[in-house]
């Protein structure tokens, strides 16, 4: 079993930056593709950000691209999200997840199902 905690949420201003930490336990971090996801009140939860099991692929959704970035910490078992130029419909529940199986298809990390493994979210709230 792997557990995620997300930290690093809370208060900004619009145009501000903030970075989010998820860190994992489990000895087999390395291997995970993981992801970053966020859900708004009443929507569904929606794809930002994931990167491959040794930080050299990288996928974003058309939202955040050029404003956020993620990155890996093996030796910590930790993922960041770095996230610049905040607007205010950045704001959201931030979950990171894991998939286990390390295999990289852009087709399917973008979707909810593909990861097996999920932190309890941090909340980030954009003020405008």
């Known amino acids: 079993q792997v557990q995620l905690v997300e930290s690093g949420g809370g208060l900004v201003q619009a145009g501000g930056s903030l970075r989010l930490s998820c860190a994992a336990s489990?000895?087999?971090?390395?291997?995970?593709?993981m992801g970053w996801f966020r859900q708004a009140p009443g929507k569904e939860r929606e794809f930002v950000a994931a990167?491959?099991?040794?930080?050299?692929?990288?996928f974003y959704a058309d939202s955040v691209k050029g404003r956020f970035t993620v990155s890996r910490d093996n030796a910590k078992n930790t993922v960041y999200l770095q996230m610049g130029s905040l607007k205010p419909e950045d704001a959201a529940v931030y979950y990171c997840?894991?998939?286990?199986?390390?295999?990289?298809?852009?087709?399917?990390?973008?979707?909810?199902?593909?990861?097996?493994?999920w932190g309890q979210g941090t909340q980030v709230t954009v003020s405008s």
């Open positions: 489990g000895r087999s971090f390395s291997s995970y593709v």
């Open positions: 990167i491959g099991w040794n930080g050299d692929r990288t």
């Open positions: 997840a894991a998939d286990r199986t390390g295999y990289w298809n852009q087709y399917y990390l973008t979707a909810v199902p593909y990861y097996d493994y």
